[in-house]
């Protein structure tokens, strides 16, 4: 009500949270947050406005990334304290590194936290767990960030 944006998702996810996405204009959803924030007060466990979300950030929070046995390379890997904060540390990482965004896990079956996975050429990799990690830090959520270098091709069973 408070602007005008489009919603996306408005779901309970882990251990009795709620996760709400939204789209617009810039100063729309800006508003729009703004509002949420002051009506759900302590409520709030994160938020965040991402202006120009990079396009691979979608597929991979949609599942619906696919590469083929041969497109695998390294393997990166953040964990965050919120779903939120997952989002911003993939974001940052597609921007600053030439890499492919696997998975993005939001909260669901991971007690409110955030999992993303990201493969490419190790430096590549490498770039994009760190930007990410920072991003994670930078707001306090960051609990791991590994780059496996060679992963085997059984680990990336689930995800080819």
Known sequence: ?????????????????????????????????????????????????????????????????????????ALGVIETFSGVSVLAAADAAAKAARITLLRIHVAMALGGKGLCLMTGAVADVRTGVQVAAAEARRRGLLVSEIVIPRPSRELFGDYL
């Open 1 to 73: 009500k408070a602007a005008d944006v489009t919603l996306f998702l408005a779901r309970t996810i882990c251990s009795g949270k709620y996760l709400i996405v939204i789209g617009g204009g810039v100063s729309d959803v800006e508003a729009a947050v703004q509002a949420g924030l002051a009506s759900a007060g302590e409520a709030i466990i994160d938020h965040l406005i991402l202006a120009n979300v990079h396009e691979s950030v979608f597929p991979a929070l949609g599942q619906s990334v696919a590469i083929g046995p041969e497109e695998a390379g």
